[in-house]
């Protein structure tokens, strides 16, 4: 089953794990077979939010909502359930400077 | 409960009610009957060998019996088999139903549990079968969905056992909200009926139903494993669980259950829950929680008045105190902490033991509590433990260097909206004759407090206090 791992980070952290340490982690996780795509994000300043409503579409510069931790990357991996999930989850290594939100993904009903 | 029951329109499952009452003696028996061969367990009642002559009304009693002793096992293995609780539960009902059909015509099976795991399964698969037949999935396809296990050995393995602990731990997840782990412990593991959780948790059932509905569908969604932990989180899991069963001793044990029966009642459902933890994970901590509610337990009796009003320890009649909770959780205490290091639950049962060996309040081994008190603060700081260990001290050396202890902890900021801390402070400074400071702390107190049975005991102290003011006019 498919989760997908949210890495969360504040901004004094951002830059407190070194970017070799995420790519050997993604690497140990790619040589497992659990890992399906992961990928790191600039940071929240470069954001732009996106919303139509009644057709008409407006861009607004920045997150969608004003956080303590903003969203830094994420991991899209396959487990066997949510303990497993977990456990890969506390690998990867911004987890000991900020939050990994861990959701299992669903299949769109027809 | 009876037979009419089980075989009734599917509601909520049969509580089990014998042996629950908080009796004195009902707790110094913890081991669960076993399922034992039929011939023996009529053994000694007035019913013949079942096997010769039988009544509709003694298999319905045995039928009752095994359905208290061992449905929340069954349940359990079922949940570990068919993958899915509510699926489960209605095999359960399905099993028992069949039980009453059956045993009447063919006996009663030699091993009653391993029949009842082993009809409910057959009947849940059946009914997948049959509910599918008309999608067209194929068999396979359909129990690999429902998560069946079709490993044939199941019926010897002895993960019978473990399976009311992958239910604990799995109900327990904290993945679950912390109410939502409890109405689900009290639910699936203890047997208890929705409406009874509402209303010991004063909550409304419609409220709680839906909570138990939305923790099983996270269950389901986010695949929560229906697992014993790994050794490595095995310390940190088992916390939680300890949590969730402490959660719900002290539910039961707060002032305000004193006038309903239901919520003392949690108190006995969650010792039976650590009974059942510490029969199937010995740990130290299990041993710990288990001894520190006997202890809280053994002074039930002498903590409220006829009026519901709180009696502090020190004036409690001591006679009224169950010397056989005392005994049984005083040697708990003992094996949890030679078990190993000592965790929270083992030190502060110990202390509870400290305070149950005094004969009276003035032969309170104050020593040894600080003594423990110094070891809890070490692997469990928090300032309502150094508080506590502030009136130890108190007691140990004196008025004035327990409330110093006081004053330091609220002057760093910590404990202000703390009733408790403002009530001992202004006990300790009401001995030592400091009596504007005890009015101004036991008014802070009273700010505080809403129950009614604690704010009628601050009132009482105040109102000794102006007493006391007048007399020396």
């Known amino acids: 089953m498919k989760y997908l791992c949210l890495v969360y980070l504040a901004k004094d952290k951002w830059h407190a794990v070194p970017d070799r340490e995420c790519a050997s982690c993604g690497s140990r996780m790619q040589a497992r077979g659990v890992l399906l795509a992961a990928e790191p994000l600039h940071p929240v300043e470069t954001a732009a939010t996106v919303r139509v409503r009644n057709n008409k579409v407006t861009v607004v510069d920045g997150p969608f909502a004003e956080t303590k931790e903003h969203l830094a990357g994420f991991y899209l991996i396959e487990a066997r359930d949510l303990n497993e999930a977990i456990g890969l989850a506390s690998q990867i290594p911004p987890a000991r400077e900020g939050s990994i939100e861990v959701r299992p993904v669903r299949e769109l009903k027809p | ?473």
């Open chain 2, 1 to 473: 409960m009876d037979i009419a029951q089980i075989l009734a329109p599917r509601s909520a499952p049969v509580r089990k009610r014998l042996s629950r009452r908080l009796t004195g003696r009902s707790f110094v028996q913890p081991q669960e009957k076993e399922a034992i061969p039929v011939k023996f367990a009529f053994a000694g009642r007035k019913v013949m060998s079942s096997w010769i002559v039988s009544t509709a009304d003694a298999f319905h009693q045995t039928i009752t019996e095994v359905y208290q002793s061992d449905s929340r096992r069954i349940l359990a293995t079922l949940i570990r088999l068919l993958g899915d609780f509510d699926v489960a539960e209605e095999a359960l009902h399905d099993a028992f139903r069949a039980a009453v059909e059956q045993w009447p015509r063919d006996g009663v099976p030699a091993n009653p549990r391993a029949w009842l795991v082993s009809t409910g399964r057959f009947k849940a698969i059946d009914g997948l079968r049959r509910r599918t037949r008309f999608d067209q999935l194929d068999e396979a396809a359909a129990a690999k969905e429902l998560g069946v296990d079709d490993d044939a050995a199941w019926a010897e393995r002895e993960s019978v056992e473990d399976d009311r602990l992958r239910l604990i731990f799995t109900c327990c997840h904290p993945a679950l909200p912390a109410d939502a782990q409890v109405a689900l412990t009290l639910r699936e593991v203890c047997g208890l009926t929705t409406e009874e959780i509402a209303h010991a948790f004063l909550t409304p059932a419609p409220t709680l139903a839906q909570r138990i509905v939305r923790a099983k569908g996270r269950i389901r969604a986010a695949r929560i494993p229906y697992q014993v932990p790994d050794a490595d989180e095995l310390p940190e899991r088992l916390e939680g669980v300890l949590r969730v069963i402490y959660l719900i001793f002290n539910e039961g044990y707060s002032a305000t259950s004193g006038q309903v029966p239901i919520r003392q009642d949690l108190s006995g459902e969650a010792i039976r829950l650590g009974r059942l933890l510490v029969q199937l994970l010995p740990e130290p901590e299990a041993f710990g929680l288990l001894s520190l509610m006997l202890l809280h337990e053994s002074r039930r009796r002498a903590r409220l008045s006829a009026a519901g009003d709180v009696i502090l320890l020190d004036d409690q009649d001591r006679s009224l105190w169950d010397r056989d909770l005392i005994a049984e959780g005083s040697a708990l205490a003992e094996r949890a902490l030679r078990a190993g290091p000592a965790g929270p639950y083992a030190i502060q049962a110990a202390i509870a033991a400290v305070h149950a060996e005094a004969a009276v309040p003035a032969a309170t081994d104050w020593r040894q509590i600080v003594g423990l008190y110094d070891a809890l603060l070490a692997i469990a700081p928090s300032p309502v433990v150094e508080l506590n260990r502030a009136v130890a001290v108190a007691m140990r050396d004196g008025p004035a260097a327990g409330v110093a202890l006081i004053e330091g902890i609220l002057r760093r900021g910590d404990l202000r909206d703390y009733r408790l801390a403002h009530a001992a402070h202004a006990d300790l400074c009401r001995r030592l004759g400091r009596d504007e400071d005890a009015r101004a702390s036991y008014e802070r107190a009273l700010a505080l407090t809403r129950q009614a049975a604690d704010r009628r005991f601050i009132e009482g102290r105040l109102g000794e206090l102006s007493n006391s003011r007048e007399s020396t006019d």
